[in-house]
């Protein structure tokens, strides 16, 4: 009988956090925090409530509407220092959804909704983690934690949240580990890729469209150098970068009339990089294709190259590797996109409910399973890192 009782005790504590965490994230999806236009002061505004609830002192950092939010919990000692670090605005919705993209919408095992899995699940088990750990502090003061929240604005679009909270404190980012819940896929990400958006303008010469012999296509230069940088290969791959060095063209700009021979056009490329890799190897290996190009064409036109930023790519310690591997029992490997932790010098851990492939994507939903696994996984964290 007491087996029976103990079974339908672990079966109510898990619908309970089933429950908890679908309606918190079902909260967070109907706040709008889309990026642009860039408002994150409402779904900070919420967050500081819920925090506030419980007993948890929070302070609201930021401008213009444009608010981060960081809070920590001292467990015993507090001796150890995590951090969890969501972001919470999100992409553009788009009316290609099937369902308002703010209205949380629960079908079998999937939450579909803006932001469901990018990142929003990791704020809604981060806050459900709150409520927990104050509700029986006691029992978890054994932690011997200082369990750490930075709620981030802007991560989409041009990361002012995080380096404005690196700003203003620093201090508080000093930790000896930090949770970034980006969507995974419950795969265990220890490294991502820089970037360095690169920026070529072609020079070539104007003359009536009538006579296109008189001058020199800037567009035609364009689309050569376009061309042979496709197959380009920089630097080699490395453990957790098997990928490489990659490149796309995501914006070309050329000409201003028909009828004219385009003098001019631009385009930027979304260089990705692998660690070692400079904005200078990339300049490099870029000049070597576009030097070939213009030898046959006689250097007839000209170029230059632009690199509109930089942040290198980052990877946590081997000896923190180690112990992830070991806490979930799985082998470590890297995403392709980016994150806020580039900014950061600190071991980490990128680890979500959410899929990848869907996020940026109309329907985009989180599977609940995943997301109650993902919440009990960060509480592992806790236990073990």
């Known amino acids: 009988m007491a087996l029976i009782k103990s079974k339908l005790t672990i079966k109510k504590k898990q619908n309970d956090l089933k429950s908890a965490l679908v309606k918190e994230l079902s909260k967070l999806i109907s706040i709008d925090s889309q990026n642009p236009p860039g408002n994150e002061a409402v779904i900070i505004s919420y967050i500081k409530k819920e925090f ?28 150890r220092k995590i951090l969890f670090m969501p972001h919470i605005d ?29 990142m929003k699940c990791a704020a809604a088990s981060h806050i459900v983690m709150a409520r927990e750990l104050m509700k029986n502090k006691k029992v978890h ?18 990361a002012i949240g995080i380096n404005y909270l690196l700003k203003k404190v620093p201090k508080f980012f000093k930790c000896d580990l930090i949770i970034c819940g980006e969507p995974t896929n419950l795969k265990l990400k220890v490294a991502h890729k820089g970037i360095c958006p690169t920026k070529i303008d072609v020079f070539g010469k104007s ?5 296109p012999q008189l001058g020199v296509n800037a567009i035609n230069a364009a689309a050569k150098i376009i061309t042979g940088l496709k ?17 796309n063209v995501g914006i070309i700009n050329g000409g201003d009339m028909m009828n004219k021979v385009a003098d001019h056009c631009s385009f930027v490329i979304d260089v990705r990089l692998i660690p070692n890799i400079t904005p200078q190897q990339v300049n490099t ?3 070597k294709v576009i030097d070939k190009l213009r030898k046959v064409d006689k250097n007839s036109w000209n170029y230059k190259i632009t690199n509109l930023t930089y942040q290198k790519a980052v990877r946590t310690s081997d000896a923190s590797i180690k112990k992830l591997e070991k806490i979930f029992n799985q082998k470590a490997d890297s995403i392709n996109y980016t994150t806020d932790l580039r900014f950061l010098k600190a071991d ?18 989180v599977e609940i399973n995943k997301l109650v696994k993902s919440h009990k996984d960060y509480f592992k964290l806790l236990e073990h890192y």
């Open 141 to 158: 003061d054994n932690l011997n934690a200082t369990v750490r929240f930075a709620f981030c604005a802007d991560e989409e679009v041009t």
């Open 90 to 118: 999100t992409v553009l919705g788009s009316n290609s959804w099937n369902t308002p993209p703010l209205k949380p919408v629960l079908k079998g095992n999937k939450l579909y909704g803006l932001g469901s899995g990018d």
């Open 52 to 79: 506030n609830k419980v007993g948890i002192k929070t302070k609201v950092i930021g401008e213009n509407k444009r608010h981060n939010l960081i809070a920590e919990i001292k467990l015993g000692t507090g001796k």
């Open 285 to 287: 290996g870029f000049k």
């Open 348 to 365: 980490f851990v990128v680890y979500g409910a959410g899929n990848e492939k869907l996020a940026h994507c109309p329907n985009e939903c």
């Open 231 to 247: 197959n380009i290969k920089i630097g080699k791959p490395q453990k957790y970068f098997e990928t490489g060095v990659t490149l």
């Open 207 to 211: 003359a009536h469209g009538s006579t």
